[in-house]
Structures are given as C-alpha cells and as structure tokens.
C-alpha cells in the first residue's frame, strides 16, 4: 500500500468531495481518482459511496479513514523525531480541552509548554466535552480532559482535579442580594437560569441534583457557547451554574462576578485526564500530560481561585470522596 494513497484518501473524507480534495492536495482530479481505484481494488471493497452532493464513507472506509489518520500522524511524528537533535522533545500534541479546562489551565499550559519544549508544537481543540470524548476514542486525539472516567477501556485515564459548581451573577446582579457568598438549592431554582443544551454532560449533572430534591429549573435560554452564555449572564438575562473556570478569564476583561456555592448540595464535578495506550503515546505527548497534572496540581494547592480539589485515592488505589 502506497503511504500516497492513503494520505489523498483522507483528504477526500475530510474534504467530501475529489474535486475539493483535488485542489487541496494540487492534485489532478483523474490522478485522484485513479490512486483512489488502486487503493479500492488493493482493499478488496468499495471505500466510497458518490452522489451528486459529493462522497462520503461506506462502513469500511470509515473504518480505513480512523486508522490511515492515525497511521498518518505516527508516520509524521516519526520524522520529526528522526530529524530531531539528540535529547531534544519534539513532534505535535494534540489536546482536547472543554471550555471551562480551556479557561481554568490552558494559558498556563501552553506558556509552560512554549517555554520548557519549544520544539513542541501543541495543537488545542476546545469543545463539547461530548465531542471531545468522541474525538479520543477515535484516536484523533493524544490527550483529553473530560469529566468522568468510562469514556473508552481503551484509552488511559488518571484522575486529575475535582471542580465545585457555583452559582455565578456579576457583581451588579438583581437576581441575588449583594452580601451573600453562599445559597441554598431551593433558592437557586427560583432564579432565570442559563444553561447548556440537555445533552450536555453538566446540564445533565445539575438537572439530576435539582431532580433528587423534587425542584425544577427556571432555565430561560440553553447555550452551549461559554463566552456567549457568559455574555448573556453578564448582562443579566439569568443566571448559571459553572465551575470556576468560566470566570477565571473575565478579569482581565474589565468584569466582576460572583460565585456563589450551593451550600445544602454536594455540587462537585470530577475531571480526568485521557491519553493514548502507553504503546502509542509519543514521548512530546507522555512530556504533555505531565505538564497537565502539575498544571492542575498547582491550580489547586495555590488556593488563589476556590472550588478546585485534589481527588483523593485511598491506599488501595480506589477514589475517594474529596475533603
């Protein structure tokens, strides 16, 4: 199997269409087509199915298309370290982060990188904690921080913080009066409430805590954008309830907030920390996840934003419940 040949047929997935992949590949299109043929007549079966909208994947090009991007990356990352100097870390990392990860740890973490491995390139993807779990199991990815720790037996997954939940107003809120720092369940419930969509991971962890005492929430607007629902909270069209990393970054923007804890729920979110098998993590990427967990663990010894907590093991390994 020429190496050619998969590369063009993953820029024909991701593009949907020959002529597309034809122009980002400069290509010819009947040269496209023609080491498409050979690479279909060497599998044995059709990688393809072609309309007039374009192509898309049969189940076994699908297939092909998951490994040949993984196969791809290996074979790069390979020569890079062929050509790099001796002792040197080099190669791209690629780190899924949701939203509220990007905000809480990812400036530190790529100023941390750029300073200690400047021969690592560090390639951040923010999203959906959803789409970012999908992302790693499909091996797109060498590193995730996601919130639970069932994603894929597959991957490797270590503990990494546990953030509380706050109820956030900015400083000129009329929602909540000024002088509380704390507020009950029942009270938060009575007040508009920004969220995320229902397929949310935490949209789900906080209608379940709200279900467990028989209250509902007054959601006025589901969004799934943290600067937009920030924006939106800001101006006082509701409330939200985020871990502290939504606000972490909003200083710096001229705004005040307030977090306000749940004082009668045990309002917590685990977050964990994915990588590759140990047999397909690249050294740049095992240098990554280390620079992450001390990341984390400095955000959380430091005390200078509440709500992050270690996540304690007992001695036999197993987690326990933070103090």
Known sequence: MDIRQLRYFVQIIECGSLSKASRQLHVAQPALSQQLSKLEDLVGKPLLL???????????????????????????????????????????????????????IGLTLVQRIRERYPSILLNVVEGMSGHIGQLMRLGQLDLSVLFGDDVSPDLSTEPLLVEELFLMVPEHSRFVRKGLTSITIAEASAIPLILPTGSHGLRQRIAAEFASRSLSTNVVAEIDSLALLMNCVYNEIGATIKPMGAVMQEGARGRSWRSLSISDAHFRRRNFLYSLPPDRLTTAAAVVASEIKETARELVESKTWPGFEAIVTSARGREAAPA
């Open 50 to 104: 072609r309309s007039s909208k374009g192509v898309r994947p049969t189940e076994n090009g699908l297939a092909l298309y998951h490994h040949a991007r993984f196969l791809l990356r290996q074979l790069d990352q390979a020569v890079t370290i062929a050509r790099s100097q001796a002792g040197e870390v080099q190669g791209m990392v690629t780190v899924g982060l949701p939203a509220t990860t990007v905000a809480a």
